[in-house]
Antibody, heavy 121, light 107 residues
Framework: EVQLLESGGGLEQPGGSLRLSCAASGFTFGSYAMSWVRQAPRKGLEWVSS????????YYADSVKGRFAISRDNSKNTLYLQMNSLRADDTAVYYC??????????????WGQGTRVTVSS | EIVMTQSPATLSVSPGETATLSCRAS??????LAWYQQKPGQAPRLLIY???TRTPGIPARFSGSGSGTEFTLTISSLQSEDFAAYYC?????????FGQGTRVDIK
């Protein structure tokens, strides 16, 4: 069974940094693209970033480009999201999601349970 | 950026009836359209990809249709567990984009 377990969320001040982690199990981690999707309180879903199976291709939403960095350690079956220069509008639940393919991060299945990030002074 | 627009925002339906949810793309996404269901306090789950392919375990009462820019999710004979929010998502281009969602609630 595929499992995705996020961690690293919490309360951070504007301008601060957080690093989210997603521990994956139940599949050959390095064979699949992975992504982060977020959901602000009482709002819809927003794609944040994706990464190919080997980590060589990365994609970012304009809202986080230059501030967030996605990465993976295939030896540890773990996906990361380094979040810098945090803003209040980054407040959301962040979901780690798996894709069906190696490169393109097309549809997202399954989803982790999410980790909550709150940016506030 | 491809903008995905869902309608209606909220749909009130009685159990046993059929719900029809719409999703429109600002430009063609070909067949690259997925649907997700999200219940309160839970992570989303994938229902359908490639317009009409159900993921394993999704009941046949969920069906997807459409092409190009106009898509529909139909839920036949609504069950109590189907009352939830539904999102469409295109994966034809970057950035990946979602619709704002349709909430299906009990009439």
């Amino acid at each position: 069974e595929v499992q995705l377990l996020e961690s690293g969320g919490g309360l951070e001040q504007p301008g601060g940094s957080l690093r989210l982690s997603c521990a994956a199990s139940g599949f050959t981690f390095g064979s699949y693209a992975m992504s982060w999707v977020r959901q602000a309180p009482r709002k819809g879903l927003e794609w944040v970033s994706s990464l190919s199976g080997d980590g060589t291709s990365t994609y970012y939403a304009d809202s986080v480009k230059g501030r967030f960095a996605i990465s993976r350690d295939n030896s540890k079956n773990t996906l990361y999201l380094q979040m810098n220069s945090l803003r209040a509008d980054d407040t959301a639940v962040y979901y780690c999601v798996k894709s069906w393919d190696f490169w393109s991060a097309e549809w997202f299945d399954p989803w982790g349970q999410g980790t909550r990030v709150t940016v506030s002074s | 950026e491809i903008v995905m627009t869902q309608s209606p925002a909220t749909l009130s339906v009685s159990p046993g009836e059929t719900a029809t949810l719409s999703c429109r793309a600002s430009q063609s996404v070909s067949y690259k359209l997925a649907w997700y269901q999200q219940k309160p306090g839970q992570a989303p789950r994938l229902l359908i990809y490639a317009i009409s392919t159900r993921t394993p375990g999704i009941p046949a009462r969920f069906s997807g249709s459409g092409s190009g820019t106009e898509f529909t999710l139909t839920i036949s004979s609504l069950q109590s567990e189907d009352f939830a929010a539904y999102y469409c998502q295109q994966y034809n281009d970057w950035p990946r984009t979602f619709g704002q969602g349709t909430r299906v609630d009990i009439k």
